[in-house]
């Protein structure tokens, strides 16, 4: 990396140092948490709601987990508290070899069936998540670059949190709407810039929707 390069980038967020020990089982935890939510997500998946305790039923784990808003958030969660982009980009990755891994182990040698396709989607996901995190850090920093990083973020949840229409706008699903608050609250820095952040957000949520409904139509 360049001079210049670097200056920008710690212009945005400067990285924290570590010791080494802590990246080491930081890394470990998080690659542990991901086999354990994959191993978990399949175990639901793998169960009728109505064979669950009644407090995992009310909750909606099943489908919850089933989702892509939760690994979103759970990634970007990751990725902002993380010490550098780099560290940011080893610990996403980690967490989704644990995860993917454990999840399409469980469903090959013990559900008993090889769902290819879907299970190359999160293989690419997974090889390109670094690349994303690494990104993705910058978020918490400041500046123009933080606050266009922070509104796509935004954007993402949103894609999982409403459905938008030409005459309507709902809440898709009630856990996602909790992680879209919750996602305020993490790239939050201050109120002027959490304003720009939900306003710019926001904005591209409506205008990718009525290009998606646009693109239907055609």
């Known amino acids: 990396m360049g001079e210049d390069m670097r200056t920008f980038l710690y212009d945005i967020r400067k990285p924290m140092n570590v010791p080494v020990s802590r990246k080491i089982i930081s890394s470990i935890s998080l690659l542990i948490i991901g086999v354990i939510l994959g191993v978990l997500s399949k175990v639901l998946d793998e169960t009728a ?5 009644f407090y995992l039923e009310m909750l909606d784990l099943r489908n919850f987990f089933s989702r892509m808003g939760i690994w979103i958030f759970i990634s970007v969660l990751i990725s902002l508290y993380s010490k550098s982009p780099m560290r940011s980009a080893i610990n996403v990755f980690l967490f989704f070899v644990g995860m993917v891994g454990s999840y399409y182990l469980y469903t090959i040698e013990i559900a008993g069936f090889f769902p290819k396709s879907y299970m190359m989607i999160w293989i690419a996901m997974t090889l390109i998540s670094p690349f994303l995190a690494f990104a993705c ?3 918490k920093g400041k500046g123009t670059i933080a606050v266009l990083l922070s509104s796509v973020i935004l954007l993402m949840i949103s894609r999982q949190a409403f459905a938008f229409g030409f005459w309507y706008f709902d809440i898709r699903y009630i856990w996602e709407f909790l992680l879209f608050i919750f996602t305020i ?7 002027k810039q959490l304003v720009k952040v939900v306003t710019i957000g926001m904005l591209l949520f409506f205008l990718t929707a009525q290009i998606n409904l646009l693109w239907g139509m055609l």
């Open 49 to 53: 709601s109505n064979s669950l305790p």
């Open 137 to 139: 850090w910058y978020a």
């Open 185 to 191: 609250f993490i790239l939050y820095q201050s109120p």
